[in-house]
């Protein structure tokens, strides 16, 4: 059974740094792509970020320049870097194993505020 565990939310002030890291038993990374989301409550899920062995990391406009997506092969753990932190980045994440299906974490909540 694959399970997705997220850790490294929590609260940072403004210009601050978080890494997220995602934990995937069952499935490995190595043949998925992995992906960040995040979401507010009321608001659709959106992409962040996602990577892949074969592909280069792409992301949301909102975010190029101060994260990055990135995979430890060999602890089968994803990880986002997050910096320069401010209070629209607040929400929770979610990280995501996309392959023949599609598995999803519990999320972590960021928050951002002074």
């Known amino acids: 059974q694959v399970q997705l565990v997220e850790s490294g939310g929590g609260l940072v002030h403004p210009g601050g740094s978080l890494k997220l890291s995602c934990t995937a038993s069952?499935?490995?990374?190595?043949?998925?792509?992995l992906a960040w989301y995040r979401q507010v409550p009321g608001n659709q899920r959106e992409l962040v970020a996602q990577t892949a062995s074969d592909t280069g990391p792409t992301y949301v406009d909102a975010v190029k320049g101060r994260f990055t997506i990135f995979i430890d092969y060999v602890k089968n753990t994803g990880y986002l870097q997050m910096n320069s932190l401010k209070p629209e980045d607040t929400a929770v994440y979610y990280c995501?194993?996309?392959?023949?299906?599609?598995?999803w974490g519990r999320g972590t909540q960021v928050t951002v505020s002074s």
């Open positions: 995501s194993s996309i392959g023949s299906r599609i598995y």
């Open positions: 069952g499935n490995t990374f190595s043949s998925n792509v």
